[in-house]
């Protein structure tokens, strides 16, 4: 898990960005965010991905009912309390408005208006069809409007292509962690830290990734997490490891989900001298992956997780594996299609375990139980 040190350094390097000038930008929604528009224009995207406890859900209930999700409750409650590790967060400019979810687009109002942060608005259709594309495109042009209107001065197409193809690159390399023969805990560690520091981490660190697809960790219980991401400072992957287990593939947006929206080189290059903004509307056409998409996301889903555990099963040589289905308490993404999730892995032979909770302290002794029980059946 990162530790203080971590925060430290992360506000050292978001105060030396805006004293260059640089605005800085959150957002809490998990996908579809056009970050490359927010390099193209010269600032830093920030994500929300921290999780919370008692403390911070509870203060997220001030403003908003206790059946919002417990990650929403707790990115407010950060706001609330300002933890002094978080002190990096009064160092934000403006909030993006989004709708991934009900969860979201209620938080981040709340967040802006109760916080005092200028937002910009960024809605995404949840529907992909020709319409759904062409109203993403439509948004894409107004959220670049408002970052120009923002830095004072026009982003170039030239700009945006170079961001796209910064980030491209940084995506490709982050996604080889998937292979590393490394436990759960630190693919997730690595992966959290690629989200916060985004493409400039390749620089600050070393990332030699040498992908030999040569994963050693044959004796573990190894189970595929999907569902819910596992945001900064929870302890849920400790707790899988502690009984025996070990996540070896992270089907999260802080994980693989993320990571895996790649283009190709060949096609990038074909596309160069396009309209920059088809290229970002592509890249939402092709996220099948996400939570947010409508039609097909179970078959989706399905799909992956089956090509997920035959890829290790052939790469690797590992026979059982599992399928833990984290979804944090009052998710409506994750929570509506569990059981049906959960009857259609099982038809196929799979293990699977569908795990609901919140942050609260309470709760951790009776999943570390059925965790462990879990492990004992792989
Ligand atoms: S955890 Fe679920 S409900 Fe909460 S913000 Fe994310 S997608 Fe929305």
């Known amino acids: ?33 056009p970050e490359e528009l927010i390099d193209a224009a010269g600032f830093i995207p920030l994500r929300l991905i921290f999780s919370g406890n008692d403390e911070l859900m509870d203060r997220g209930a001030d403003y908003l009912p206790t059946s919002t999700c417990s990650f929403a409750l707790s990115t407010i409650g950060l706001f609330s309390v300002k933890p002094n590790k978080y002190r990096f967060l009064d160092l934000i400019d403006y909030l993006i ?83 590393l023969d490394i436990s759960g805990s630190d693919k997730l560690e690595l992966y959290q830290k690629a989200l916060l520091y985004g493409p400039k981490i390749l620089e600050l660190r070393d990332f030699n990734i040498n992908n030999d697809g040569q994963i050693k960790i044959k004796n573990k219980k190894n189970v595929i997490l999907t569902g819910c991401s596992i945001f900064l400072g929870d302890d849920l992957i400790e707790i899988i490891e502690e009984g025996g287990g070990n996540v070896i593939f992270l089907d999260t947006w802080v ?81 509506l299609p569990r059981e049906q999730l959960k009857e259609k892995l099982q038809a196929k032979n799979y293990f699977v375990l569908n795990i609901e909770r919140d942050y609260a302290r309470a709760s951790h002794g009776q999943l570390s139980t059925r965790i462990e029980a879990f492990l004992e059946m792989i």
């Open 1 to 33: 898990m990162v530790d203080l040190e971590f925060f430290l350094e992360y506000y050292e390097f978001l105060k030396q960005e805006k004293e260059k000038g640089k605005k800085i930008i959150a957002y809490m929604s998990h996908d579809n965010i």
């Open 255 to 335: 994980g693989d989900v993320y990571f895996s929206q790649t283009l190709e080189d060949n096609w990038l290059d074909q596309q160069k001298e396009n309209d920059p903004f088809d290229i970002l509307t592509e890249m939402f056409n092709r996220n099948t992956y996400t939570d947010h998409v409508v039609p097909n996301f179970m078959e989706y889903k399905i799909k992956k997780i089956v090509s997920i555990i035959n890829n290790l099963k052939e790469k690797l040589g590992i026979s059982n594996i599992g399928v833990i289905n984290h979804i944090i308490k009052f998710c409506d993404h994750m929570s």
């Open 97 to 179: 408005v989004s709708n991934h979810c009900v969860s979201d687009i209620c938080s981040s109002e709340i967040i802006c208006k109760y916080f005092d942060i200028p937002r910009i608005d960024f809605y995404v259709p949840y529907i992909l069809s020709e319409n759904g594309l062409k109203y993403y495109r439509l948004e894409l042009i107004e959220f670049k409007k408002k970052l120009e209107e923002i830095r004072g001065s026009s982003i170039s197409n030239e700009d945006i292509i170079n961001s796209i193809e910064k980030y491209n690159k940084f995506r490709k390399n982050i996604s080889k962690i998937k292979y």
